[in-house]
C-alpha cells in the first residue's frame, strides 16, 4: 500500500479549510494550524456567489450555508440624499445568485466537514514560516515534515515571506472601516432594506448597505485614506451623518466593534516554490469592490486539491494548478482594483458587467 501524503496548513480560514476538507477527501491526511485560541472567523459580511457555491456544495457544506444567508436580488446605488444612480438585478436563471452573510455564518459549516472528515484543525499554533522542501515551522520552534505546506494566512503571511517570492503590491488611496449592525425596521430605507445599496456623497465619502442573514447588516464607511475624520476608530457618528443625513437612524446604532481596511492588490511570480504554496488573501490579494476575494480564495484550494489527486508528484501538481488557476484569479484582481479607485463619474457605469461577473459565473475545477 501507498504511503499516505500529508499536508501542514498555516491558517484555518476560508482557504484553509477549504483545502483540509478537499485533502481530506481525496485521501490526505492533514494538519491545519490557527493561531487564535478560538475557532472562528471574526470581521464582517461577506458575499458568495454562484463559483463559491458549487464549491461549497462540493465540499457538504452547501445547505448550511445557503440556509441562513441573505440573497441580495437588488445592487443600487444612491446618492446621499437617496436619489438613484443606478440599479441592476441578478437572477438566479442567470447564475447570478448573489448571497451574503456574516463570517462565522460561512466559516461554522467549513470547519465542521473538514474535523468531520478527518482534518486536525489547532487552535493556539502559530506559524513562523515554512521551508520549500516541506517543512512548517512554528513559533515555539517546532518543524513539521509534509509533502506539502500551504500558506492561508492571510494578512499575516508569515509563510509566504519566509518562502521568498517576489511580490508587487498596489496600496489603494482608499480604506473603510466595518462593522456589523443589527437590523431594525426603519433605518431610513423605507422598502429598500433588503437590497444591498451603495450610497456616493460629493465629499467623496461612502457608505455600502449590505444586510447578512435576517438579524444583521454588514456597514463599511469607504473614503480616501487622506481624510482623517472619516478613518478615525471609533467612527465618528456625527460626522457620517453630515454626510449621509437621512442614514441617521442607521449610522447611530454603530457600534465601537470596529475594523479598518486599506485596500491592497497583491501579486507574486508565482504562488509556489518547492513543495510550498499559497492560497488566497495570501496569493492574491485584492480590494473587495467586486465582493470576489472568499470565492476566489475557495475556489482556487479546491482546484488545488484536485491538481493534487491528477499529477503524480507534488510540484507538477503546483505548476498544474497555477497555470489553470491564475489568469482568473488575477482578471479579477484587476477589475476590483480598477473599481477600488473609481471616481464619482465611473459610478454610473454599471458595475455587474460581462467581464466582472465572469469569475462568479466560472464553473470551478472539481464540481461538475
Known sequence: MSRRLHAEIAGAGFAGLTVASALVQ?????????QNS???????????WDQGLRVLAALGAYDTVLAGSHRARIFEMRTERNAPILSEHFSAAD????????????YAPLLRP?????????????????????????????????????????????????????????????GAIRIMVPRRALDGLADDADHAIEYLA???????????????????????VDDAGAMAI??????????????????GRIGEEELYDRYETIKFERWSRGCASLIGDAAHGMPPSLGQGAGCAIMNALGLAVALRECADVKTALETWECRE????????????????RSLGFESRKRWTEDSVRTALHVPTGPA
Not at 460629493?202 to 480616501?224: H, M
Open 38 to 48: 478560538v475557532l472562528r472567523e471574526f470581521g464582517g459580511g461577506i458575499f458568495m
Open 234 to 251: 471609533p467612527a465618528r457618528k456625527e460626522l457620517w451623518i453630515t454626510s449621509f443625513p437621512d442614514l441617521a437612524p442607521l449610522l
Open 114 to 174: 473538514a474535523c468531520r472528515a478527518g482534518a486536525e484543525v489547532r487552535p493556539d499554533s502559530a506559524v513562523a514560516g515554512a521551508i520549500p522542501k516541506g517543512e512548517l515551522i512554528l513559533v515555539d520552534g517546532t518543524r513539521l515534515a509534509a509533502d506539502l505546506v500551504v500558506g492561508c494566512d492571510g494578512v499575516i503571511p508569515r509563510v509566504r515571506e519566509s518562502l521568498g517570492l517576489l511580490c508587487d503590491k498596489w496600496r489603494s488611496s482608499e
Open 26 to 34: 481525496r485521501g490526505w491526511s492533514v494538519c491545519a494550524h490557527e
Open 95 to 106: 447564475g447570478m445568485r448573489m448571497l451574503t452573510m456574516t463570517r462565522q455564518h460561512l
Open 326 to 341: 491564475r489568469p482568473l484569479a488575477e482578471h479579477t484582481q484587476d477589475l476590483a482594483r480598477r473599481h477600488g479607485e
Open 202 to 224: 460629493a465629499d467623496g465619502r461612502r457608505v455600502l448597505y449590505v444586510p447578512c442573514e435576517a438579524d444583521f447588516v454588514n456597514v463599511s464607511l469607504g473614503s480616501k
